[in-house]
């Protein structure tokens, strides 16, 4: 596969981050996946030339929960637009007293304890296995850290996001436990959607954008909603010239990922051609159609 290909970049925002400013040619359009409904409509539009997807996770508003969000909805109706390559945006709690409000991680690896939720696309009748050793895409958290720098944000790269369920924040030994495993920060939306856009094939890339200390620190002992949203509102304008400082560093066309990011599902497939339901490989045509033409 040597074609190149014009990137299409998916932004995922976070709480506080509704929108991207300096898009042309806007148009909200609502997109039906066979999962159910994404969270919002999809934000259309154009930055220097290049085509930009933006979806606010939890619908405009803020009005649906973390263990809420139709994560599968969300990553069909991406790709299913020509998303190729997704930069998530997330708030979330510090577990390391080096990074702390106001600072950027650029996130490479995850711990999932989230339950409630539908973590895959391949269910019965179609089984597949993609591997998550390493989650993020270099490229896209390469050109993430350029921007950065160039912005003089305070920032980090990479570090463990530990996502829990919620949508209550952790108790003391919680947050003490999660601290004793290494883990950078905490937040409740990055799983499953990365491991959702692994199987989907679309390069992911996660900034965990810091509002508060948890629980674990002597002087954030008692996280309230009001203390993380002064944070985040400063965090949000941060963000948003970070993804408009990214963006022309991802529009040159480009080969296949070099990770394999986008080749996720060339050897995933497990159920034979002959048992595979043809119910399922219906709903699969968006994010696995490449494999099961």
């Known amino acids: 596969m040597t074609d190149s290909k014009q990137p299409v970049i998916g ?25 159910g409904a994404p969270s919002d409509e999809l934000l ?28 599968r909805a969300n990553i069909d109706a991406l790709k299913r637009v020509g998303v190729t390559d997704i930069l998530s945006m997330s708030a979330v709690g510090s577990l390391k007293e080096e990074l702390p409000p106001g600072h950027f991680v650029i996130v490479d690896q995850f711990i999932d304890r989230s339950f409630a939720r539908e973590k895959s696309f391949f269910t019965t009748g179609c089984v597949a296995h993609v591997s998550m050793a390493h989650p993020t895409c270099p490229r896209l958290g390469d050109a993430l850290e350029e921007s950065a720098k160039a912005l003089g944000l305070p920032y980090t790269r990479g570090g463990t996001y530990l996502v829990m369920e919620g949508p209550q924040f952790s108790t003391l030994a919680e947050s003490n436990l999660y601290r004793s495993w290494g883990c950078s920060v905490i937040g409740m939306t990055n799983m499953p959607e990365a491991k959702l856009a692994r199987e989907a094939e679309m390069d992911y890339a996660s900034v965990a954008m810091v509002t508060d200390y948890d629980c674990w620190h002597e002087d954030h ?6 203390a993380v949203i002064k944070v985040l509102l400063g965090n949000a304008d941060k963000a948003r010239n970070l993804v408009k400082d990214v963006l022309p560093r991802l529009s040159a066309p480009r080969d296949v990922c ?36």
């Not at 220097?48 to 933006?54: A, I, M």
């Not at 051609?273 to 994010?287: C, G, I, Q, S």
Request: proline share 6%.
């Open 11 to 35: 932004v995922i925002g976070g709480s506080g981050l509704y929108n991207i400013e300096g898009l042309t040619n806007t148009r909200w359009e609502k997109v039906e996946t066979p999962w």
């Open 44 to 71: 259309i539009g154009e930055y220097q030339g290049l085509k930009v997807v933006f979806l606010p996770r939890h619908g405009r508003g803020h009005k649906i929960s973390p263990s809420g969000l139709n994560y």
């Open 221 to 226: 002992d008692a996280v309230t909603v009001d």
């Open 258 to 293: 070099p990770h394999g990011c986008d080749r996720a599902l060339e050897y995933a497939l497990i159920t034979a051609p002959e048992a595979r339901d043809p119910a399922l490989l219906a709903k699969l045509d968006a994010v696995a159609g490449r494999v099961l033409a």
